[in-house]
């Protein structure tokens, strides 16, 4: 199997800012993004308190419990396993004591060096409380805080460290500090609400608060507010890009704007692009909820066929994509989707979805679509084939178990029950982004991976050096 998605918040305000009641709201906008557990760390007079529990959102807390979060800094996180297992002592932000005072970190991404840089601090006599690579990143700062300045000195010091995708929330006593990885897998955006500082993995979540956009934050780039404003520090920037193509074919939501493009866009330009590339004669199209729902409209809209609901969603299951089990992905499906009959019945129908990785999901989808009276099902998947795995956080399992790895198009049509499918063609991802040239990593279709080393040409490792 593979790993997750996360999503970051935080918020540094004046004196009387109710940190705790908006990083609540801005999580609960995030809870897409992961549901096994969330957490809130305020910062109350300079001391730093958490609250944290597997479930979601709005289980774990209540109003008793945001009451006693007092103080006018808080972050918070929505946790999807990318690295640990999903057990409680995993969940954050995590909250570090040392000589200096308290830190609190929240991480969205994965560390592709984690196993090297938790073998070296072992080895040192570090002890680690939990099983994740977040705890890496606070022993780190908490160690380099104690050689430097400030905090921000400790985190520019740890990211020269760290290998992979991160971006990265850090609350100490009297500060507040955004981090991202220097090629920018992971989304983290700038906001402001009256005189807070905002900071969130979406777009969406800035909208839900009431903050008004400013920007994002640029890869490799520190940014820093205390009492005295907001700097950044911006030593980690290459000026380089890679940011995760999955999260706008399906991890962020259609109303956020990740890195100056807006999600719905992209899929809709996914679908127009499925339309041009594998028309078929069909009497209608429809979308798997949720993120297939643009593109289906966007191949509607280029071809001329119409669009239709085509399922109903139960709204109290979980994304099946980022599900801990497969035994638990092919449960949710089950009860997640039922198809609209009147809809789809005596149809020849377009099925537009977001993936394909291990094929079981798609093929209970096109089966409940016949079984409604579709005629003829023709799937278009609105992302290429899955052909490698990702190490920067994505949930994408070992190639054994990617079905466009082992069959050939046919096959997987075959095998999901389909009359035809399609995928969106590799060298059109650039198109459904609306750039010219390619600032996004491909590389769990392509097996390009990118690398900060200057030796790699064109800044890109093939897979079969990527490990």
């Known amino acids: 199997m593979i790993h997750e998605e996360c999503g970051v918040f935080g918020i540094f305000g004046p004196e009387g800012t109710d940190a705790a009641a908006a990083t609540y709201y801005g999580l609960f906008s995030l809870q897409h993004r992961g549901q096994e557990s969330c957490g809130i760390a ?106 430097t300045e400030t905090v921000e000195e400790a985190v520019a010091l740890t990211m020269e460290q760290l290998e992979g995708a991160y971006c990265l929330l850090v609350l100490s006593r ?30 969406c979540a800035l909208d839900t608060v009431g903050a008004t956009f400013i920007r994002d934050v640029e890869p490799g780039e520190i940014v820093v507010v205390d009492k005295n404003g907001m700097r950044s520090l911006k030593s980690h920037c290459h000026g380089r890009r890679h940011h995760c193509i999955f999260e706008y074919i399906y991890f962020a939501r259609s109303d956020s704007k990740l890195d100056s493009v807006s999600v719905y866009e992209a899929r809709l330009r996914a679908g127009r692009l499925l339309a041009e590339q594998y028309p078929v004669a069909a009497d209608i199209v429809l979308g798997v909820p949720d993120s297939g729902l643009d593109a289906a409209m966007g191949y509607s809209m280029a071809s001329g066929i119409p669009l239709v609901r085509g399922f109903v969603k139960n709204n109290y299951v979980g994304r099946t994509f980022i599900k801990p ?39 209970r989808i096109v089966q409940l679509l016949k079984k409604a009276g579709a005629t003829e099902v023709h799937v278009r998947i609105s992302a290429p084939p899955f052909l490698w795995p990702c190490y920067f956080g994505t949930d994408i399992p070992s190639i054994d178990q990617l079905t466009a790895r082992q069959h050939s198009l046919d096959e997987i049509c075959q095998m999901i029950g389909a009359d035809s499918l399609g995928f969106l063609k590799l060298d059109s991802l650039h198109e459904m982004m609306g750039e010219k040239e390619k600032h996004y990593c491909d590389a769990c279709f392509s097996g390009l991976y990118p690398s900060l080393d200057p030796a790699a040409e064109n800044g890109l490792v093939y897979a079969m050096e990527a490990r």
């Open 42 to 147: 305020v910062n109350n007079q300079g001391d730093v308190h958490v609250y944290k529990d597997m479930g979601l959102v709005s289980d774990v807390f209540s109003q008793p419990v945001l009451d006693s979060l007092t103080g006018r800094a808080a972050i918070g996180h929505v946790r999807y396993s990318t690295t640990g297992q999903s057990v409680r002592e995993n969940a954050q932000p995590l909250v570090t004591r040392y000589s200096k005072g308290t830190l609190a970190i929240a991480h969205n991404g994965n560390l592709s060096n984690t196993l090297t840089l938790r073998q070296q601090l072992e080895d040192q006599g570090a002890i680690f409380q939990t099983t994740i690579d977040s705890e890496i990143m606070a022993y780190l700062i908490a160690r380099y805080r104690s050689q």
């Open 174 to 203: 009297g500060k507040m500090i955004a981090a991202r990885d220097p090629l920018g897998f992971r989304p983290l955006c700038i906001g402001q609400l009256g005189d807070a500082i905002v900071f969130a993995s979406e777009s």
């Open 325 to 363: 089990t497969q035994s638990q992905r092919e449960n949710a499906v089950r009860i997640k989707l039922n198809p609209v009959r009147s809809s789809v019945e005596g149809k020849r129908v377009i099925m537009v979805d977001d993936s394909i990785v291990r094929g079981t999901t798609s093929a």
